[in-house]
């Protein structure tokens, strides 16, 4: 049974994945709440439990089964891993190259052809989806589907693929120059580099 918004967001609340505060997201916008995947994922069982609820998702929107999970590192490589796990596909990732480019390195392949989905943890505007999916279909492979666990955009982000979420959520953001939190002199924090 896939988990609703609500168990999603009390797995997050319970393990201290929910962080509250002042954060700068990747956007440049500030935001008072904070889904930090790595911590939930930080347990083995939560990883497993919603990499298959992940898996399942991806299986019903692309109609199919594939080969192969690729996601962007390092926030989509634990998730993506658990989503292969389910799938019985094998769990490959993109990263910078020396250029800043995405791109498949360590000897990860993908074959002309080759139906892929490409995982990661959050999507806020969907940057690093595209450029993942980018990649693959340079490559020629054919991307059935996208998926991430949090979907901070309320459902708008577009990554060029049919693109699911286990919870999608409507993030209250500011624009750094009208940002209360930084009017009430809260020190602003970067996750992912602190915690
Ligand atoms: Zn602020």
């Not at 769990?91 to 910078?96: D, K, L």
């Amino acid at each position: 049974m896939p988990a609703t918004r609500e168990t999603i967001l009390e797995l997050f609340e319970r393990t201290g994945g929910y962080l509250r505060g002042h954060f700068l997201l990747s956007s440049g916008l500030h935001s008072p709440e904070y889904l930090q995947c790595a911590v939930v994922l930080q347990y083995p069982e939560h990883a497993a439990r919603l990499g298959a609820e992940l898996a399942e998702a991806l299986m019903r929107l692309g109609g199919r089964r594939v080969p192969v999970v690729v996601s962007p590192a390092l926030g989509g490589i634990v998730i993506g891993h658990e989503v292969a796990r389910a799938m019985g596909a094998r769990a490959i990732f993109t990263e910078r190259d020396a250029s800043g480019a995405m791109a498949l390195r360590r000897g990860f392949r993908i074959e002309a052809g080759e139906q892929a989905v490409v995982v990661e943890d959050v999507v806020t505007t969907g940057g690093s989806t595209r450029e993942v999916i980018e990649v693959l279909r340079a490559a020629g492979a054919q991307v059935v589907a996208a998926g991430s666990i949090i979907d901070r955009s309320a459902g708008r982000a577009e990554v060029g693929a049919p693109r699911v979420a286990l919870a999608t959520l409507d993030v209250l953001t500011y624009p750094p120059d009208h940002c209360p939190l930084c009017r009430q002199g809260l020190p602003l924090v970067k996750p992912g580099s602190r915690r």
